[in-house]
Structure formats: C-alpha cells, structure tokens
C-alpha cells in the first residue's frame, strides 16, 4: 500500500501557537505543511470548482526554471483550458480522488498514484469525478527544444507499475521510481519519487547546478539544506536553488518518500558576444 500525504486545508484555532518551521534563506525555502491553510489557496482562471496552493515559481536569483502547485479540484470541477502557456510542458502526479485527463483527445483514468506528463503545445483538459476531490501536483517549465532531438510524446502510468530503481551499494534502502529514462534527452527536467527506507542515507552534500522541488509524500527524516538540518515530514516542501548542498538521513519508523524536481540535460545558457550569433 502507498500513501499519499495531501493538505486538508481550514485554518488553525484561535489557540494554536503561531510559531511553525517555515524558512526563506538565500539558497533554500522550507514550507511546512502547517503553512497549508485555506488562507492562502489561490484559484485560476480556466478551472472551476478548484482551488490550490502555489509553492513554487520562478524567481529571479532563485530557482527560475519551474512552477509547482499543490491542486484540490472539487466532483464535477476542472477544466477545458487549463494552461494559456503553449510553450509549458506539464507533470502530474495524483494523490488521490479520481479525474479524466484527457490529452490530445485521448482519455486517461487518474487515480491515486497516477502520474501524465504532457508535452508542450498539447491540448489537454481535466474533469474531476467521483465522490471525493482530485489532488494532484501540476509543475510546470516552459520547454527547451533542443537542435536534432524531438520533442518527447505524453504518457500516464502509475507509480505502482513502476520498479524502485536502488542505488548501488545500498542495500535497498535508497532509490528512485524513475518515470524517464535519464539518458533520454528529449526531456529538459525530470519529476521522480526518492524512497528511503529507515536508515536510507543520501551519504554525501549533493552539490550541483540543478534546481530542486521536494514534497514529502510520506514519512519523516533530517534533511540537510545548505548548513542546516531541518526535520522534515509529510507535507512538508524544500525549495532549493542551484548549488543549494543537501543530505538526508532517514530514521524511520517506516519510509521516506518525496515527489522530486529537477532540471537536467540541457546546456547551460550563455550571455555576451556570441551568445545570441556571431559577435559584429
């Protein structure tokens, strides 16, 4: 069985201590899943009966490649027009409730751990069904062709019907339920789920260009930001720029498990002379 962490909304009483664990530094943001609250849902124009938490977007000098929200779409909401970006390409990744996707005129049955990606340029619409609302993640980057390389197709699984890929070395305590091959450079980021089982250790301050957006689906560890370790739970979300270090050290009682970003297999863009065509 997987579970799926997702906001319930409402507010916090009256009595409630107003401190939580929410941090914004230069190289990292931590949202708590405390900060979740009806106050500050969003809507969007397009979707009915829906409401959501919008928890990245791009930002300059931060991370400035991706948006992520957190979606509860009511029985019966949804939308025909859900993205009036042509150009951004999109991941979902349900946690539960049931909805028909459809892409390009071809329909898909969402569930909980159902997971689409949707190239740009498609025409997709979405209508939650059932009893119960439809959650789901949506990130979205505006896609980066690449000379030669066509652009990647759509596609929707579930997680369930996708192996653990353990890293070696580890005797199965750290790995990745990897939707993309990493070597297929159509695509321009990936979006994954880490496992760690209790004891899983990311064993070193992972230092690198890429930027990241981590949801905890499930579980609690210590997860190191930049210089700090920071206690992490379900429902919780790290934002983290490039360069950010980090670590993790998952303790248990049971699996660690989050919902990853990140941006890959493109070069890096240059600026000056030459940058844009020949210098004159």
């Known amino acids: 069985m997987t579970g799926y962490y997702a906001p319930p909304g409402g507010l916090p009483p009256q009595t409630a201590l107003m401190t939580q664990r929410a941090v914004f530094t230069t190289a990292y943001a931590f949202i708590p899943k405390g900060c979740f609250s009806d106050i500050v849902t969003s809507c969007l124009p397009g979707w009915t009966r829906t409401k959501l938490w919008l928890i990245a977007r791009p930002m300059s000098g931060f991370a400035e490649t991706f948006s992520q929200y957190v979606m509860e779409v009511q029985p019966g909401g949804g939308s025909d027009a859900p993205d009036p970006e042509t150009g951004a390409e999109a991941w979902l990744f349900f946690t539960g409730g049931l909805a028909t996707l459809t892409i390009d005129g071809t329909g898909y049955e969402m569930e909980d751990g159902s997971y689409a990606y949707i190239p740009a340029g498609s025409r997709w619409t979405l209508l939650a069904e059932g ?24 596609f929707v699984i579930n997680e369930r019907d996708v192996p653990v890929r353990w890293m070696p070395d580890t005797g199965e305590r750290w790995g990745t339920t990897r939707f993309v091959e ?84 493109r070069h890096a863009r240059l600026r000056g002379p030459g940058a844009f065509g020949p210098a004159r």
């Open 131 to 154: 009893t119960q609302p439809a959650r789901f993640h949506w990130l979205r980057k505006i896609y980066e062709p690449a000379p030669g390389t066509p652009a990647p197709e759509a």
């Open 182 to 265: 990493p070597e297929d450079i159509r695509h321009d980021a990936h979006v994954n789920i880490v496992t760690f089982q209790p004891g899983g250790v990311i064993p070193f301050e992972e230092t690198h260009v890429m930027e990241h957006g981590l949801y905890v689906l499930e579980g609690k560890a210590v997860y190191k930001l930049n210089q700090d370790w920071v206690e992490v739970e379900a429902g919780d979300f790290m934002w983290l720029r490039a360069y950010c270090p980090q670590a993790c050290y998952a303790a248990g009682p049971g699996r660690f498990r989050y919902l990853l970003y990140k941006d890959v297999n």
